[in-house]
């Protein structure tokens, strides 16, 4: 069962980790893991979200869904190129591209952004996890565009905590 604590009552504890961010990305998040916040980036006028301060030292992931489009025809997902009409001659999709920002990354808010899920594979259902170690600040994620009017969906941008398994 999933433990659900809301930010503003959350106590954090720092509790060290017998596995790595990495080394638990290899298998799925627990049913133990401690869910932090939710946030929608829309992709249909600028967006910026700056998530609450998280812990130090303490482990958690991205689990981000849903579906975009930059324009008419366009569609991606929070880590690949699904399609575009007409597709570019060296472009097979799903195509491994990244365009939204994460402060952690440069924070590239328009353009190929370098982060990449674990696993790196396609998922039809268009989830993904990014996992990172707290630094003590705010997680920061961004999206603009040059023209709005022909953009289409969201991304879901849940954060939780990992909990070291039994």
Not at 10 to 16: D, E, K, Y
Not at 23 to 31: C, F, G, L
Not at 97 to 103: A, K, M, P, S, V
Not at 119 to 141: K, L, M, R
């Amino acid at each position: 069962m999933k433990k659900i604590i809301l930010v503003t009552t959350l106590i954090l504890t720092g509790a060290g980790f017998a596995q790595t961010a990495a080394e638990r990305a290899a298998a799925s998040p627990s049913d133990d893991d401690i869910f932090i916040e939710r946030h929608y980036l829309y992709f249909t006028q600028s967006s910026f979200i700056k998530s609450s301060v998280l812990e130090e030292g303490v482990e958690y992931y991205l689990k981000i869904s849903g579906v975009w489009g930059g324009s008419n025809g366009d569609q991606r997902d929070a880590a690949f190129w699904i399609a575009w009409p007409p597709a570019p001659s060296d472009i097979i999709f799903p195509y491994p591209e990244t365009r939204w920002g994460w402060d952690r990354y440069g924070l590239i808010c328009q353009g190929l952004s370098p982060h990449r899920p674990i696993p790196d594979e396609y998922n039809e259902g268009h989830i993904y996890y990014f996992y990172f170690t707290g630094d003590g600040t705010s997680e920061e994620f961004c999206f603009q565009d040059g023209a709005y009017g022909d953009n289409s969906g969201s991304l879901t941008i849940q954060i939780w905590q990992m909990v070291d398994p039994p």
